[in-house]
């Protein structure tokens, strides 16, 4: 098996933002922002987008990197990259998702290496939200974790909660950073779920697809990035990711 292998599921026919991956952010597709920073963590002849949409193919292929065309009924991005597992040749797959272009490309390399660790686990990334966001923003998927940094939930409500409701002072709220790291045995179980089931029934209401591994029993590990993350999830999002950008010393 080769290299690690980073792809990025691309999805045009979004509901809430159609086009997203190819929405510009300083006058360059998003999806290339990401792509460029995952060949800088794998080697641009390890990063590969999938998507179901030959504007995007177009797009990538273009900037030289590989595309996989992928069917349109994929339940979600881990379900299209599952439908490629056996063409990448790589026992370490990394989903990343096309609409952080704020992420480290170290991130990309330690997530990669964690899962190479402990192959008997999904791995994801996280961090502790800053001063600045919302845990009660359903944009952002807030993460539990045990003292082994193993998930427990996760959930667009703000977790942990209190007895009496509202922010608890005593403990950090945690967001998921979207960087995955699979074996091709971890999307197989992930996508014969989805085939036999759909999605599972806390996934569905969370929308949020690692909460299927937990519903069929699989452990994930998360790993704490070195820095926070940023995600265009609507068009509103764009401006601020754009000043994000110009004042990031890495864009």
Aim: with cysteine; hydrophobic share 40%; glycine share 8%.
């Amino acid at each position: 098996m080769s290299d690690a292998v980073a792809v990025i599921p691309a999805r045009y026919a979004s509901t809430r933002f159609p086009g997203k991956p190819l929405v510009p952010l300083l006058g360059r597709p998003m999806l290339l922002w990401v792509a460029d920073l995952c060949a800088e963590a794998v080697g641009a002849a390890n990063v590969v987008i999938a998507t179901e949409d030959e504007r995007i193919r177009s797009v990538a292929v273009d900037a030289g990197f590989r595309a996989e065309m992928t069917s349109e009924r994929a339940l979600t991005g881990t379900d299209r990259i599952a439908e490629i597992a056996d063409r990448l040749g790589s026992d370490t797959i990394l989903n990343v998702q096309g609409d952080e272009p704020l992420i480290d490309p170290q991130d990309i390399v330690r997530i990669a290496a964690v899962k190479r660790a402990h192959p008997e686990v999904v791995v994801n990334g996280y961090h502790p939200l800053g001063p600045e966001e919302d845990p009660t923003d359903p944009n952002l998927p807030k993460v539990v974790i045990d003292r082994d940094e193993r998930l427990l939930y996760m959930s667009r409500a703000a977790i942990p909660g209190t007895k009496v409701g509202g922010r608890s002072p005593d403990v950090a709220y945690l967001k998921q950073v979207c960087i995955y790291g699979f074996s091709p045995a971890d999307l197989r179980r992930f996508a014969e779920a989805g085939a036999a089931e759909g999605k599972g029934p806390l996934e569905s209401a969370e929308d949020i697809e690692i909460l299927r591994f937990l519903e069929l029993g699989h452990p994930v590990r998360m790993v704490r990035t070195s820095r926070t993350s940023l995600a265009v999830d609507a068009p509103g999002d764009v401006a601020k990711v754009e000043a994000a950008l110009r004042s990031d010393p890495q864009s």
